[in-house]
C-alpha cells in the first residue's frame, strides 16, 4: 500500500540517552500507529548520539496521540521531550521511499579501505554496480575519513546495507569510530553524472572510483564474518 504523504506527521524527539538506538526508538512509538520513517541522529564524525531523533507516523491522529504521551514521559533514564518537527513532511524518506531507492552512502569509511573492499562487503545485500570514495573535506583533521558512494542493481539493496551497516564497526581500522550510513535520492534524467550528486556537505572531489561488473563482487564470509554492532 502506498503512503499518503498528505497525512505524515513528523515528530521531534530530544534529550534520548546515548544506548537509544533505531531499534529502540521505533519499538518505544509503533504502538501509536504506523511509523512511515525513524531515526536517531548521530555525529558525522565520532557516530555518538546526538540525543535527538525524527519519527515520522503515516496518520497525524497516531503522531499527536504519541506526542501527547511521549513528551516528558522516562524513556531509558532520560525524561524525553516529543514535539512536532518543523521539517516538512514533504522531505521526509519514508520506509517505502528508502526501499525503492537503489544508492547508498556510507560516512566514516577509513583510509585504508579501498573500493575493492567495500563492494566486496557490501556485496551480500545486492549486486554492487559502482563504488566511489572521497575524502570527506570535513572529517576531524586528525582522524581523516573517506564517505563512500555505492551503487546497486536492484531496489531494497541500499535499504539492506544501511540497515545492516548503520553504527557498526565492521573493519579493524574503524577503531572505534562506526559506519554511518543512509540511501541516496536517485539523480533525475537532467543531471547525469553532476559534480555534486547529491553529496553530503562539504564532501570533496572523487579520490576513487570503481565501476563494478555485475555479479563480480561476491560476499566472503571468511573474510567478513561479521559485524561488530555498537552496545
Given at each position: 500500500?502506498?503512503?499518503?504523504?498528505?497525512?505524515?506527521?513528523?515528530?521531534?524527539?530530544?534529550?534520548?540517552?546515548?544506548?537509544?538506538?533505531?531499534?529502540?526508538?521505533?519499538?518505544?512509538?509503533?504502538?501509536?500507529?504506523?511509523?512511515?520513517?525513524?531515526?536517531?541522529?548521530?555525529?558525522?564524525?565520532?557516530?555518538e548520539?546526538?540525543?535527538?531523533?525524527?519519527?515520522?507516523?503515516?496518520?497525524?491522529?497516531?503522531?499527536e496521540?504519541?506526542?501527547?504521551?511521549?513528551?516528558?514521559?522516562?524513556f531509558?533514564?532520560?525524561?524525553?521531550?516529543?514535539?512536532?518537527?518543523?521539517?516538512?513532511?514533504?522531505?521526509?524518506?519514508?520506509?517505502?521511499?528508502?526501499?525503492?531507492?537503489?544508492?547508498g552512502?556510507?560516512?566514516?569509511?577509513p583510509?585504508d579501505?579501498?573500493?575493492?573492499?567495500?563492494?566486496?562487503?557490501?556485496?551480500?545485500?545486492?549486486?554492487?554496480?559502482?563504488?566511489?570514495?572521497?575524502?570527506?573535506?570535513?572529517?576531524?583533521?586528525?582522524?581523516?575519513?573517506?564517505?563512500?558512494?555505492?551503487?546497486?542493481?536492484?531496489?531494497?539493496?541500499a535499504?539492506?546495507?544501511?540497515n545492516?551497516?548503520?553504527?557498526?564497526?565492521?573493519?579493524?581500522?574503524?577503531?572505534g569510530?562506526?559506519?554511518?550510513?543512509?540511501?541516496?535520492?536517485?539523480?533525475?534524467?537532467?543531471?547525469?553524472h553532476?559534480?555534486s550528486?547529491?553529496?553530503?556537505?562539504?564532501?570533496?572531489?572523487?579520490?576513487?572510483?570503481?565501476?563494478?561488473?555485475?555479479?563480480?563482487?561476491r560476499?566472503?564470509?571468511?573474510?567478513?564474518?561479521?559485524?561488530?554492532?555498537l552496545?
Open positions: 500500500m502506498t503512503t499518503d504523504r498528505g497525512g505524515l506527521a513528523n515528530l521531534l524527539v530530544t534529550n534520548l540517552a546515548p544506548r537509544v538506538d533505531d531499534t529502540a526508538l521505533r519499538m518505544a512509538f509503533e504502538r501509536f500507529g504506523t511509523i512511515a520513517s525513524s531515526k536517531v541522529m548521530y555525529d558525522n564524525h565520532t557516530g548520539s546526538t540525543g535527538t531523533a525524527f519519527v515520522c507516523f503515516a496518520a497525524q491522529a497516531e503522531a496521540e504519541a506526542r501527547c504521551q511521549m513528551h516528558r514521559s522516562e531509558r533514564g532520560r525524561k524525553i521531550c516529543v514535539r512536532r518537527a518543523k521539517t516538512p513532511t514533504s522531505s521526509v524518506l519514508t520506509d517505502e521511499d528508502r526501499f525503492r531507492l537503489r544508492k552512502f556510507v560516512r566514516n569509511v583510509l579501505v579501498t573500493a575493492e573492499t567495500l563492494a566486496e562487503c557490501v556485496s551480500r545485500y545486492g549486486t554492487v554496480l559502482r563504488v566511489q570514495l572521497r575524502k570527506d573535506s570535513i572529517a576531524n583533521a586528525a582522524d581523516p575519513r573517506q564517505i563512500a558512494f555505492i551503487t546497486f542493481a536492484e531496489g531494497g539493496a535499504m539492506a546495507m544501511c545492516a551497516l548503520h553504527h557498526t564497526l565492521p573493519f579493524r581500522s574503524c577503531f569510530v562506526p559506519l554511518l550510513c543512509n540511501v541516496r535520492q536517485e539523480e533525475t534524467p537532467s543531471e547525469g553532476s559534480s550528486e547529491d553529496l553530503p556537505m562539504g564532501t570533496a572531489a572523487p579520490s576513487s572510483v570503481v565501476m563494478v561488473q555485475a555479479g563480480r563482487y560476499h566472503d564470509p571468511y573474510r567478513f564474518p561479521f559485524l561488530t554492532y552496545q
